[in-house]
């Protein structure tokens, strides 16, 4: 059984942050927003695929940096079902927690319908596939994308994974088509953001944190 994190403010088997070798920076920055809500010694570092030491495919259609990006949410959610956890959280290492982030969570977690597979924290919802209503506090996604801020459930692990196995596009744009298809929730109003500051996906720098409400 997976080591749990219940009772610790954050009611999943497994807490993961992806974060290059080379950006010891932005490990340190989520290591600080996330302090006051997981224990340090909760949150597992996995270290990312780096675009600068990868042959890109030439079948890719995306940039370097989000070819690099799907591979480490691919490998990190293969190793950490196959480490046993029943449930896990993802971040990278942009991601920005809310000051009530740890209350809002476990309303949510109450709210939630119990189906779950995917659980969006951070997002943004595509403008023309608005989220659907279905509890207080929480929808249901149709096409959401950003991958800063996520829990994934055993039951929908094997799906997002292989989706994103074969995608020859970055996957949280991958994902967003599959919405339809798993148990896929979001709070009405987000409780992680992505941080500002240079992104090694997108190759620029964004210099305010953003909240995509």
């Not at 749990?4 to 920076?25: A, E, H, K, T």
């Not at 006051?36 to 940096?65: C, E, M, V």
């Not at 209503?133 to 292989?162: E, F, N, S």
Request: with cysteine; net charge positive.
């Amino acid at each position: 059984m997976a080591e749990s994190v219940q009772g610790s403010g954050v009611p999943f088997d497994r807490v993961v942050c992806i974060n290059l070798d080379r950006r010891p920076d932005r490990w340190a920055s989520f290591q600080q927003s996330a302090a006051p809500h997981i224990p340090a010694d909760r949150i597992h570092r996995y270290s990312a695929f780096d675009a600068q030491k990868l042959l890109i495919p030439s079948w890719w259609n995306g940039t370097p940096g989000g070819y690099a990006c799907t591979l480490s949410h691919r490998f990190a959610i293969a190793e950490t079902f196959a480490a046993g956890a029943e449930s896990a959280l993802f971040f990278e290492d942009d991601a920005l927690l809310a000051p009530d982030f740890a209350s809002r969570l476990a309303q949510l977690m109450l709210a939630v319908p119990a189906d779950w597979q995917l659980l969006y924290l951070g997002g943004q919802h595509r403008p023309r596939f608005k989220p659907l209503p279905v509890a207080d506090g929480v929808v249901r996604c149709r096409q959401t994308i950003r991958m800063h801020a996520y829990a994934l459930h055993r039951r929908g692990a094997q799906v997002v994974h292989d989706h994103i196995a074969r995608t020859p596009r970055i996957c949280d744009q991958a994902l967003a088509d599959i919405n339809p298809r798993l148990p896929a929730y979001a709070p009405s109003r987000w409780m992680v953001a992505q941080r500002a500051d240079f992104s090694d996906v997108e190759s620029r720098r964004h210099e305010k944190d953003r909240w995509w409400e």
